[in-house]
């Protein structure tokens, strides 16, 4: 609820059992047609019935209402601006930071690129380094493998001498 205790519907807090020409004897106004019979909502007068002709906007009232209307919606307009306005250079900021943040993509891009070739490069060398280290141990192999031989034979033949 709003202040004031005034509803912010904008029909009558309890629904017309009747229509507002649905009553006997007709009260005619001064255009000559029946005034539809409404009942008032207002604080001062709830429930007060009264008869007001469907062309009647002339009423205090009524420019009072229409009036405010008025400077409502000229206030949203303001306001719709207002935030048209923040939402155009919030937008500008993010495409600004947009462009920004791509720029510095493409040039992580490159780097990234450029990291990945040296990645590459480097793993060519670990693979020759590691096809000459096996090179190099088949040889050690073979070395190690012939120095046991000769020993076992220098051995062999001392012994063979000894015990001969």
Known sequence: ???????????????????????????????????????????DNPGRRYFRCSRAWH????????????????????????????????????????????????????ELCEMKKKLAQKDEALQVMAMKISEGTRCRSISALLSVLVVGLAIGFMLGVIVA
Do not use: H
Not at 69 to 93: F, P, S, Y
């Open 1 to 43: 609820m709003e202040s004031g205790g005034r509803r912010p519907s904008q029909g009558p807090p309890v629904p017309y059992r009747e229509r507002p020409l649905s009553y006997e004897p007709p009260v005619m106004c001064r255009c000559r047609l029946k005034a539809p019979r409404w009942i008032s909502w207002s604080d």
């Open 59 to 110: 009423s205090e009232f009524m420019k009072r209402l229409l009036l405010d209307l008025r400077d409502a919606v000229w206030r949203i307009r303001e306001e719709r601006a207002e935030l048209e306005l923040c939402v155009n250079t919030e937008l500008e900021v993010q495409k600004e930071m947009n462009q920004a943040l791509q720029v510095e993509n493409l040039k992580m891009q490159v």
